[in-house]
């Protein structure tokens, strides 16, 4: 059984917390180096229930996409929400690990795993990482269908293989344009407008499209936006993740259990229409 401290030097091989953004805050928010792991959670959001649950499992560790505290504090107090969390972890020998904006730059990386999620063929990243001499890491993917559809069809086929959620899919853009290149970022993806419209793609799949760049974007061009939940376009990498770390397990024979929890934590929890308009 390995200790803390060697699981989290084989996932900080994987997501450097150097390849952070400067305003990111990735890297062990609470445990001791010293503690043995034999079971693992990965979730997007270290949020009290995903605590339960790891508590319910007996976890040892859990891994996050989302930072607990993304800026300072002073006090963890119970009180608060984020407090308990560090309280009730702490108090059940659970050890949080966080993987974020290095998570999303990695090879393979967050949209990796949203391309995959999609059945998209990736032909490199959005926006390159120029310290990779292999022109594999960065941010967002450009990717190519295996066969032409329709923006409407696009937008269907990430509705049925993204986790559902109460926000559902949205779409932006002709329905009936042809689609054969797309990109895709997992996360908040309207900074990369830019980006996407020199890529010269059909659609652009990504999740919390602002009015006004999504506006902007689709009087510029032709371009497709298909806007998914925040939370559902980043839960296919706790999977992606979680298979990375089995395979290091079966290499040092850690004989490690990783779960991946399938509790939402996309903080939406209804959605009422009244049909979309003419």
Known sequence: MPRLSEVIAELDALWPPERAEGWDA???????????????????????????????LGAHLIVTHHPLYLRGTTTVAASTFKGRVVHDLIKHDIALHVAHTN?????????????????LRVTGPLVPDPTDAAGRRGLGRICELDHPESLRDFAARAAARLPATAQGIRLAGDPDAVVRRVAVSGGSGDSLF????????????????????????????????????????????????????????????????????????????????SGAPN
């Open 103 to 119: 998570a999303d730059t990695a090879d393979p990386g967050v949209s990796d795993a949203l391309a995959a999620a999609l059945d």
């Open 26 to 56: 990735v890297g062990t928010v609470c445990g001791d180096p010293g503690a043995a792991i034999h079971r693992v959670l990965f979730a997007v959001d270290p949020v009290g229930p995903v605590v339960d649950e790891a508590r319910a």
């Open 194 to 273: 830019d980006a996407v419209r020199a890529a010269g793609v059909d659609a652009f799949l990504t999740a919390d499209l602002r009015h006004h760049p999504a506006s902007e974007a689709v009087q510029h061009s032709p371009l497709g936006l298909v806007d998914a939940a925040h939370w559902a376009t980043e839960w296919p990498w706790c999977e992606q993740a979680a298979a990375q770390l089995d395979a290091l397990s079966d290499r040092h024979g850690w004989d490690l259990r990783v779960h991946v929890s399938k509790r939402v934590t996309d903080p939406w929890t209804a959605h009422h229409s």
